[in-house]
Nanobody, 125 residues
Framework: QVHFVESGGGLVQSGGSLRLSCAAS????????YSWFRQAPGTEREGVAF????????YYEDSVKGRFTISRDNAKGTLYLQMNSLKPEDTAVYYC??????????????????WGQGTQVTVSS
């Protein structure tokens, strides 16, 4: 059974950094794409960062470009999201996700059916 365990969230001041981790169990990191989404209260879930497993190519939502870095360690079965220069508007629950049926980098959360439990990131001003 596919299972993700996320960690690394917390409270940080504006301008600070956090590193989120997403450990996979029940499968190896050999699906096509792995992604981070976030959801703030009262908003829809939005894609933040995506990585194509074949060549490690990253893709980012415009508001996080230059601040966030997605990476994966296939040997450890873990996906990461390094978040620097955090802003209050980055406050949200962050989720890792994948889907074995995807053969392209999808930004649409409805295309993903394997999700982590979410980790809260709160950035104070």
């Amino acid at each position: 059974q596919v299972h993700f365990v996320e960690s690394g969230g917390g409270l940080v001041q504006s301008g600070g950094s956090l590193r989120l981790s997403c450990a996979a169990s029940g499968f190896s990191l050999d699906y096509y794409v792995y992604s981070w989404f976030r959801q703030a209260p009262g908003t829809e879930r939005e894609g933040v960062a995506f990585i194509a497993n074949s060549d490690g190519s990253p893709y980012y939502e415009d508001s996080v470009k230059g601040r966030f870095t997605i990476s994966r360690d296939n040997a450890k079965g873990t996906l990461y999201l390094q978040m620097n220069s955090l802003k209050p508007e980055d406050t949200a629950v962050y989720y890792c996700a994948t889907d074995p049926r995807l053969r392209y980098v999808s930004f649409d959360p409805s295309d993903y059916h394997h999700w982590g439990q979410g980790t809260q990131v709160t950035v104070s001003s």
